[in-house]
Every structure is written in C-alpha cells, then in structure tokens.
C-alpha cells in the first residue's frame, strides 16, 4: 500500500489566501485525522472522521478552519484566509483498529 | 483527560550503547500506548504499542519498550544504538473507546547518537 498521501508537500501562501491541504487515507481504514505540528505547541488533534462523518472538531482553532471527507478516499483541510500564525506542518493520519499511520506531512508557510 | 510527558528533551549516547528514552502517561482506565519516530522533514512513523498482554513490547528497528502500570511509564529502549536511531522519538497515549483512537502526544525526545 502506498501509505497515506498527502498533497502539496509545501505549500507557501499570502496571508489572507485559502490553503487547501488534500488527504488520501489507506484504503479500507474508517477513521481519518487531521494534526497540526509547530514547534510551540506540538502536535495537536484537529479533528477527526469516522467513516467519513466528522466525530470530534473541538481542535479545530477557529472558524477559519474547516475539513470534509466527502468519502472514503478523500478528505480536505482549507483555512480561509490564512495567517501567519497557521505557519505548521499538518498531517493527515487514518487508521483501522489501534495503530494510527501518518502522511508525510504538508509544509505551510504564511507569509 | 490523558496526558504523556517526556521529560528529557534531548538525550545523547554513543553509537552501540544501550539507550533509553522515558515516558510517563496519566489516563484514567486502561491505557494503549505507543512510540513515534519522526525523521528530519518526514512524517511519524509507528515503532510499536501496547495493548494489552505482556509488558515487553517489541517494535522495528530493534526497538522495544516496557509497559510498567504501578509507575505509569512506557520506556522506549534498545540495547545497541546506531547513529541512524537519531532522531525525534514520541510516545503518545489514547483509550480507544468506540468513539475512536484518540492519540494524545507528548512533546517528543530528540535522540542523538554520536560515533
């Protein structure tokens, strides 16, 4: 299998512009997760989906940030409009029973 | 709520000396934990858990780790290092309900092994 995909890899945008940040998870996994990594806060859940219904936002920082899973292979994470302060790496995870398997990561910078 | 710390930011050894990165959680029931290691500019990748049944978990790599329950820690260890073992280590903690894994992390250990 070739894992969880994420893309873009890196993404640099201007403040105020919508970031799409895309998910394909393992197939036949039925939960799918959205974590942020910054050197302050670490790594911090987002949200996450089961069977493409959205379980848990309560990461979710603001209203700024939104994600869908229109199904099973596909999920998106748009922040509209960006800042500076989203500056992360954000990963995209999905699993099926205990073990959670990450994507390599989208790199964005605000600028 | 549950919560992981790991209380060494950075621990150093030298290539084929046993190492030892520590992790202690607090989780009311009973928890599944698990190690993460993330190369430089990769995402996390799974070294091994643990469930239920023995206390010695062994994962990838060569790595193992001992769930103790009366201390409430979950050691990631390896006998010999190798210089390609360095990198950032976390150990994370979740109750899988049947509401999901929720994985919390802690602010991971930078492992650095030196010739």
């Known amino acids: 299998d070739a894992g969880v995909i994420q893309s873009p890899r890196h993404e640099v945008t201007e403040m105020g512009q919508e970031v799409t940040l895309r998910c394909k998870p393992i197939s036949g996994h039925d939960y799918l997760f959205w974590y942020r990594q910054t050197m302050m806060r670490g790594l911090e859940l987002l949200i996450y989906f089961n069977n493409n219904v959205p379980i848990d936002d309560s990461g979710m920082p603001e209203d700024r940030f939104s994600a869908k899973m229109p199904n099973a292979s596909f999920s998106t994470l748009k922040i509209q409009p960006s800042e500076p302060r989203d500056s992360a790496v954000y990963f995209c995870a999905s699993s099926f029973g205990h ?7 989208s790199w964005l910078t605000v600028v | ?9 950075q621990v150093n050894v030298a290539e084929g000396n ?63 290092a190798l210089v390609s073992d360095s990198a950032l280590y976390f150990c994370a903690v979740s109750l899988f309900t049947g509401g ?4 919390t992390f802690g602010t991971g250990t930078q492992l650095k092994v030196e010739l």
Do not use: M
């Open chain 2, 100 to 103: 999901g894994n929720k994985l």
């Open chain 1, 99 to 105: 073990t959670i398997y990450f994507g390599e990561g």
């Open chain 2, 1 to 9: 709520a549950q919560s992981v710390a790991q209380p060494e930011d």
């Open chain 2, 18 to 80: 046993p190492l030892t990165v520590k992790c202690t959680y607090s989780v009311s029931g009973n928890p599944y934990l698990f190690w993460y290691v993330q190369y430089p500019n990769r995402g996390l990748q799974f070294l091994l858990k643990y469930i239920t049944g023995d206390n010695l978990v062994k994962g990838s790599y060569g790595f193992e780790a001992e769930f103790n329950k009366s201390q409430t820690s979950f050691h990631l260890k390896k006998p010999s």
